[in-house]
């Protein structure tokens, strides 16, 4: 199974890059996980934020491969155990 983890932002600070590091290591080899950093839309002092989240979601839909499943991830979201992560992906 090859997990596509798509985030919006490019050029991450060390400390994101070194978790990202720390846990793709320590996945199985059956579960390689492959990051796709999106472009994000520019916020200046007057931006249509509503328009760069639709461009940014449909960028983000684009880089999902042909025949994934998608998950989505998002702070107010229900949270899942370490247990309930591995059964999903199961």
Same mark, same amino acid.
């Given at each position: 199974m090859k997990i596509h983890l798509i985030a919006v932002g490019e050029k991450m600070p060390r400390w994101v890059q070194d978790g990202y590091n720390e846990y793709a290591k /320590?996945?199985?080899p059956e579960c390689?996980?492959?990051l796709i950093e999106i472009q994000a839309g520019k916020r *200046?002092?007057?931006a249509d +934020?509503? /328009?760069i989240? /639709?461009?940014e979601s449909q960028r983000l839909l684009t880089a999902v491969p042909k025949g994934?499943? +998608?998950v989505a991830l998002? +702070? *107010?979201g229900r949270s899942w155990s370490t247990e309930e992560l591995a *059964?999903?992906?199961d």
């Open positions: /320590r996945l199985p390689a996980l492959d *200046g002092k007057n +934020v509503a /328009r989240m /639709r461009d994934a499943t +998608v998002e +702070v *107010g *059964g999903k992906l």
